[in-house]
């Protein structure tokens, strides 16, 4: 029992260090959202593994990996009709729907990836969806990229 109780304790300082921060872009009031999760899933952890959930509730919700990122995490957001985004993350352009839940990574940069709407980034010390009219307004300033 004792040995149990020290095994506990001495793995606590290891789950410490798991990090997990959501950032959400809500449409049409929340039933429809874009979340970008960021995980660390250790303290010794290089890096940010990204999911991205697409959900239209109540009929659906996916989940989808993403490029691992470094400390600088940036996903740039564009619209391009109604309940479709075009994603960039880098050099990494993605599409995701939000009527099926849908999600793909384009072979190559599109064209036209229609309206910026915003970025999912470290704003204020958190990670965050800064909305484009934050950031032309001059509300992000001082927010970490």
């Not at 020290?6 to 959400?24: D, H, K, Q, Y």
Request: charged share 30%; with cysteine.
């Amino acid at each position: 029992m004792k040995l149990r109780v020290l095994l506990i304790v001495l793995m606590l300082p290891l789950l410490a260090g798991c990090e997990s921060e959501p950032a959400f872009l809500l449409i049409e009031g929340g039933d429809h959202s874009l979340t970008v999760e960021r995980k660390k899933e250790y303290f010794w952890s290089s890096g940010w593994e990204l999911d991205l959930i697409v959900a239209r509730y109540p009929d659906c919700q996916r989940r989808y990996p993403l490029k691992k990122a470094g400390e600088k995490v940036r996903v740039d957001v564009y619209r391009v009709q109604p309940g479709v985004f075009i994603l960039n993350q880098a050099s990494r352009w993605y599409i995701a729907e939000t009527k099926g839940c849908r999600f793909q990574q384009y072979d190559e940069e599109p064209a036209e990836p229609g309206e910026f709407a915003g970025s999912f980034r470290v704003k204020n010390g958190t990670y965050a969806f800064v909305p484009y009219e934050d950031e032309k307004n001059g509300k992000a300033k001082g927010a970490a990229e």
